[in-house]
């Protein structure tokens, strides 16, 4: 009997033991299952004007976690769907179910509240007004764009009956000046839909004679009452003395008038004047004041001349203010054509709208935070516009204001309202004293007054670097610039597939300069860090001309492959030296990290993944290796100089050429006013201004022409005779350079050609025809431009004497029988 017992306890205590060590596996299972799908879930970000809301979100990634996630604990999973929402997600949503804590709720109840809380704010009928609003963008196929049009259709619900379309054109139709009412077809819209009933038509029209109706009532009640009230309709008009005085009995200044004025007095009573009289400040007209000076109808002096307005007020000009006026021009439409002003404040760039009838300059709260907050005055105050709304003032502060190279302490306002950033009569009036000329001007420097063309003639390079850095501040300005004018977007085959290439080992001597480069492009915001990406291309550092190291992505492993190629046409560098001939001063830009200041769009930022040493990373803007990188910055740059004559681009290499140095500097300053309004940037150390000649697409370009680059010659120079086919196609590909250069080019290669041909021989310098007869870069054969026959070169020289140059330049390639 004790044996049984003592068994009975040995199985109790293995059992135990077994149940703990199952249920240590589970809850490891259990980690490990928690820790893959929280790699697998991209965090959440709400965003209801693109509909990022937590629906969609959780239509994506919610199967990893009821499906994958199935034997997880309830409260591991919420642990999960919590932990992936955004930093500001996270506090609306433990605000809102206060006091409650999120690992209280259940993950079902959790799923709901999260659905409420982060769901879209667009009503049915704005989902549907947006639909039929929808145009194909420029850089959408055609079938990105169906695919566009079947999503929006699809989410709001256009299974509309007749009823639903008279609705819906009726309060599209419906403009800002019955906002009342649009309102409220809206709200019945929407409450039908809510109640999952059809909504008719007649019920709209219903409710807008009755909102008609209440407004005419309310408007009536707004009139006051009385036997004598008359309507008068007021004009701007200058009230004159002869206009002011009143009328006998039956007289009449017009025949269409009399009435008119008849019925504006009382007769047997003298009406009192509308202003006091000028001369003696009393309410009776000024004909009959008896301190109205002798002999002068409108004299603006006399002996009370402190109470004339005209002599005291208008005569003094510029002294007038207004003393604590808050005046500031704000009207609604189209502010696309307002002129706008690129300044500094406090260092931080900005852009304000020019108002000359502004007697304060203000912005609004958000820009004040964006250029550091500086501290506001005490006391908040007011303002008004011309059309009398007044809004709020937070208050002032004075900060140091930098335009074209002048820097000046200045006061600026502050609104919470939603003005416009505007830049008023008071800056305005302080920058064109220090400047000595007009910065509020609709005018080209073309066709500019005088003292603007005077300003805008410098007769050296370093007076036009000067004059180019007061003027565009931001252009110059170290930082990676931003393209504001379009987003590069990469085009994908039908049906690509991802490829994800493993990173590559870096050698040990590389990794320091690529670890630099890695740092520096995250800093300017080209690249960012990521977990995830379905695409990835391993890193290549290519060794710049300079030292540095650039570091660029192998997109030849496989996204090159599945790319549509951008079409857009690279220009021929022979049009371009055509388009010189002519000019005789030339300046050469250079952008800085010119790809890089052109963003891309969300979906192709997902395509340009890096995977590095470092972990993956994503780039923000146009990296170079993409096969569509070229098109896409050539179109950019074509737009940009579209309309500017002198000035060409081939990819990142510009050049500015004139004839004399008032178009040229003209050219320039409207190039880079471009350059500052796109918010693209130079590189300043490699630019070259106001040059007789300069480097350009491998050629030496002048006022004499165009001609080889030295350079070139000198390693065509170096080069020893050819021993065999294949050194020989190697001089032939150098020598093929000065084609454009050499009339008889094709007679001097033909012998040479045949030594390629198969079954011929080897024989170098058996054949007198054989002798190579080549130019060099620096010899008088570099040709100018033909004004006859643009693009070509002027053969004026002998074909002999052109060959005893090349024989005297060349003699150890010549070699005779």
């Known amino acids: 009997m004790g044996e049984q017992v003592n068994l009975a306890q040995i199985l109790q205590q293995l059992t135990q033991a077994l149940n703990a060590i199952n249920g240590g596996n589970a809850e490891k299972q259990h980690s490990e299952l928690f820790a893959t799908i ?86 049915l009928f704005v989902r549907r007004f947006e639909a039929f609003q929808l145009t194909k963008a420029d850089h959408q196929s055609p079938i990105e764009f169906a695919d566009q049009v079947n999503a929006s259709c699809e989410t709001a619900k256009m299974e509309l009956s007749k009823e639903e379309v008279k609705a819906l054109i009726f309060v599209s139709g419906i403009g800002d000046a019955d906002r009342d009412l649009r309102e409220r077809c809206l709200r019945l819209m929407e409450e039908a839909h809510l109640k999952g009933a059809q909504i008719r038509f007649a019920a709209l029209v219903e409710e807008c004679r009755t909102v008609l109706s209440l ?72 004909s009959e004041c008896s301190k109205r000076p002798p002999g002068a109808k409108w004299s603006r002096r006399g002996p009370v001349e402190k109470h004339c307005r005209v002599g005291n007020n208008y005569a003094r000009g510029d002294n007038i203010q207004k003393r604590g006026s808050m005046s500031v021009l704000s009207v609604d439409g189209d502010t696309d054509s307002w002129l706008t002003l690129d300044c500094l404040i406090n260092a931080r760039p900005v852009s304000l709208t020019i108002d000359t009838g502004s007697r304060i300059t203000i912005i609004q709260t958000q820009l004040w935070e964006k250029i550091g907050k500086p501290p506001l005055s005490t006391g908040k105050s007011q303002g008004k516009s011309y059309s009398g709304h007044k809004f709020e003032l937070t208050g002032s502060f004075n900060c140091d204001v930098t335009y074209a190279g002048v820097t000046i302490k200045l006061q600026c306002y502050v609104s919470p309202d939603g003005v416009l950033n505007l830049f008023g009569l008071p800056w305005i009036r302080a920058f064109e004293s220090k400047l000595r000329r007009p910065i509020a001007t609709t005018l080209e420097f073309a066709i500019a007054p005088p003292v603007l063309a005077t300003c805008s003639a410098p007769t050296s390079a370093d007076e036009l670097t000067a004059l180019l850095k007061r003027e565009f501040p931001i252009a110059f300005s170290p930082g990676l610039g931003h393209c504001n004018k379009m987003k590069a977007h990469l085009y994908l085959q039908s049906g690509a597939q991802p490829v994800f290439c493993r990173a590559r080992p870096v050698p040990h001597g590389a990794r320091e300069a690529v670890d630099a480069e890695l740092d520096r492009l995250l800093e300017i915001g080209a690249i960012k860090q ?60 250079d952008f800085k990290d010119a790809y890089l200041q052109v963003e891309l769009d969300e979906p192709s930022k997902h395509l340009v993944g890096l995977n590095t040493h470092r972990g993956l990373f994503q780039y923000q803007r146009l990296p170079f290796g993409v096969k569509s990188a070229p098109s896409i910055f050539q179109k950019l740059m074509d737009e940009l100089i579209a309309g500017l004559p002198g000035v060409f681009v081939y990819l990142d290499d510009f050049v500015v050429a004139s004839a004399n140095h008032q178009d040229h500097c003209s050219t320039l300053r409207k190039f880079f006013g471009r350059l500052q309004e796109w918010g693209l940037r130079v590189r300043l150390s490699k630019c070259k201004f106001m040059c007789e000649q300069l480097k350009f697409l491998g050629h030496i370009v ?37 084609s454009r250069f050499v009339k008889q080019m094709r007679e001097i290669r033909t012998p040479l050609d045949e030594l390629l041909k198969k079954d011929v021989s080897w024989h170098w310098g058996t054949r007198p025809t054989t002798r190579l007869r080549y130019g060099k870069a620096d010899s008088p054969i570099g040709a100018a431009f033909d004004t006859l026959r643009p693009g070509q070169a002027n053969h004026s020289r002998s074909g002999r004497e052109q060959r005893r140059n090349w024989r005297n330049h060349f003699p150890h390639l010549q070699q005779r029988k």
Not at 710 to 728: D, F, K, V, W
């Open 215 to 286: 407004r005419s009532s309310a408007a009536a009640l707004s009139r006051p009452i009385g036997p004598n009230t008359n309507s008068i309709s007021v004009k701007p008009q200058r009230t004159t003395e002869r206009s002011r005085r009143p009328l006998s009995r039956g007289q009449s200044r017009s025949p269409t008038r009399s009435n008119s004025t008849q019925s504006r007095t009382h007769q047997g009573s003298r009406p009192t004047p509308p202003s006091p009289c000028r001369w003696c400040n009393q309410m009776h007209w000024m």
């Open 530 to 589: 990521i977990d995830y990406s379905q695409w990835a291309a391993p890193i290549v550092a290519v060794k710049k001309k300079s030292g540095e190291i650039r570091v660029c992505i192998d997109f030849s492993t496989g996204l090159n492959d599945r790319l549509e190629l951008n079409r857009h046409p690279l220009p021929r560098p022979e049009d371009i030296f055509s388009a010189i001939r002519g000019a005789s001063i030339f300046s050469q830009i």
């Open 702 to 738: 002048s006022a004499d022409g165009i001609r080889p680059d030295p350079a070139r010659s000198a390693a065509i120079e170096s080069m020893p005779a050819p021993t065999n086919a294949q050194t020989l196609r190697s001089l032939l590909g150098a020598i093929n350079y000065y």
């Open 38 to 123: 929280n790699t697998q879930i991209a965090e959440f970000s709400y965003d209801s004007e693109t509909d990022r809301t937590f629906a969609t979100w959780f239509e994506r990634y919610g199967p990893y976690i009821e499906r994958d996630g199935q034997n997880l604990p309830d409260e591991m999973k919420v642990r999960l769907l919590i932990g992936k929402l955004g930093s500001q997600e996270y506090v609306r949503y433990t605000e809102g179910i206060l006091p409650q804590k999120p690992t209280q709720i259940s993950f079902k109840d959790t799923v709901t509240n999260l659905g409420k809380l982060f769901c879209g704010t667009k009503s």
